[in-house]
């Protein structure tokens, strides 16, 4: 058995959850509301503030979509209770970020400004601390993790001097530049 998938999902104070048409479970919370189509294979039991899904076979397709189903119900109940964030990281000299209403203006080092409008339900600041450090955050996982994803794209850091917009933990090797040569 799935050692995720058996893991009864909790539902908190505030959290509404309903099963309609089938398998597509509704979530709403004080952040927003989500919907999910639960594959047919799974079962979907909601009773007093408790969910679990249930697989109706042992073979390997229904084993992992066990875990996975769970795991997606969790995320959404999470995600309209606390929310989700990715912190990104700017490095260079001259690369910066600004918001400008929805949207982030990135000056990352080219002729021109990058603008980029996030998705509806995920929104973008800069830490007022620290100004090379953009929040991400949304109460849909999926979508904060494409909207950093994309913002990350616009310059991934360069493995020479490390310039560019990581995950604010991530490790980037550095290589060794162009030794000088001997004549």
Known sequence: MSRIGKLPITVPNGVTVEKRDGNVIFVKGPKGELSLSVHELMNVEIKDNEITVIRSADNKQNRSLHGLSRMLIANMIEGVTKGFEKRLEIQGVGYRAAIQGRKAVLSLGFSHPIEYN??????????????????????????????AAKIRSFRKPEPYKGK????????????????????
């Open 164 to 183: 560019g917009i990581r995950y604010e933990n991530e490790y980037v090797q550095r290589k060794a530049g162009k030794a000088a040569g001997k004549e």
């Open 118 to 147: 996030p998705p509806e339900g995920v929104t973008i600041a800069v830490d007022q601390d620290k100004k090379n450090i953009i929040i991400v955050s949304g109460y849909n996982k999926q979508l904060v993790g494409e909207a």
